[in-house]
């Protein structure tokens, strides 16, 4: 059976995939593995309740599982913070699979979602960056200004997204990364048995449910006494309460308001918020790019295709 290797480097504004040379992996820790906007919070803190066993956590979520790549603080201080970890720790990245060690010690655990409500998803996360983290972007790029230079209209930056390429080796994904390059890094290794595979739907549907398969794929026992307050403060209400302790990033400011990372679900909202010829370039450009598979499972979560159902390499 082939293993991953680690062939691209990728960098942006405020991001660095290099940063994982900093960083020894150790025999369990769990590497949140998903596109932006595709349920990274929600699952860093499944993960961080299923190793605790608690719904009171060592540290915020927001320091205990920090975004390795994330430029905003030092490496060495975010790898000093890990390494002090005596725990199994939860490390976070929005880095496909061909930019990430492998490690067969480790698990990595993906979560999907509909392309159309993370694009809806995220052009919210983007009016929310506080005015610190647009100057800090701005300055990257080298250019003066209060906003970033991209459409405010979602009509009008989408078809952006899907055309323009945010690596020469990718279609799409500009300004803020590729869905669908991302999740076909992952698809082509669905078959090993440390790659787990989440959706936002199920999430959404059956949370318990999802809680206690991803707890067996992790070898984590579910005690059933405290079970009931783990599955409590995994719920998306719940962490939207404490948004200044799970929302990405609310230790370094990054956020107008972080209760408002958890804004709303967008689910299915594509439909009324994106023009007919805007839903026709992405039925057209999805069945161009994805697997038939990976395309039914993003869309619409296991039920629809179960990643792990007839899997092969």
């Known amino acids: 059976m082939c293993t991953p290797e680690r062939t691209r480097a990728y960098s942006g504004l405020v991001y660095d995939s290099a940063r994982w040379d900093k960083l020894t992996l150790r025999a369990g820790d769990i590497v949140v593995c998903t596109p932006a906007k595709c349920g990274t919070t929600w699952t860093q803190m499944i993960c961080a309740l299923l190793v605790h066993q608690s719904a009171t956590l060592p540290q915020p979520l927001t320091r205990l599982s920090r975004w390795l790549d994330r430029l905003a603080q ?9 390494e002090a970890q005596p725990f199994r720790r939860v490390i976070k990245t929005h880095t496909p699979l061909d930019g990430l060690p492998f490690d067969a010690r480790v698990s990595y655990v993906v979560c999907g979602r509909d392309p159309r409500d993370a694009f809806l998803s995220m052009v919210d996360h ?16 080298g250019a003066a200004g209060d906003s970033l230079p991209i459409p405010n209209d979602p009509n009008a930056l989408f078809p952006v997204w ?23 890094s992952f698809w082509k290794f669905r078959q090993l048995n440390n790659i787990a595979f989440l959706h936002y739907a199920n999430l959404s549907d059956n949370l318990d449910a999802e809680m206690r398969r991803l707890s067996a794929i992790l070898g984590i026992p579910i005690d059933e006494a405290k079970w009931p307050s783990l599955v409590a403060a995994g719920r998306f209400d719940a962490m939207k ?14 956020w107008r308001d972080a209760n408002a990372f958890f804004k709303m679900a967008r689910r299915g909202q594509w439909r009324d918020a994106l023009s007919p010829a805007n839903q026709a370039l992405y039925d057209k450009l999805s069945a161009e790019r994805l697997d038939p598979r990976l395309k039914a499972w993003l869309e619409g979560g296991r039920q629809a295709a179960d990643p792990k159902s007839g899997a092969s390499l």
Request: charged share 25%; no cysteine; proline share 8%.
């Open 162 to 184: 899907m055309t323009t390429p945010e690596m020469p080796w990718m279609e799409d994904g500009f300004p803020w990364g590729s869905i669908f390059y991302y999740m076909r």
């Open 241 to 254: 309460t404490i948004g200044e302790e799970t929302a990405p990033g609310a230790h370094l400011g990054e």
């Open 126 to 141: 983007v009016s929310n960056l506080s005015d610190e983290t647009v100057n800090e972007i701005m300055a990257r790029l």
């Open 74 to 82: 030092p490496i060495d201080e975010v790898v000093a913070d890990f």
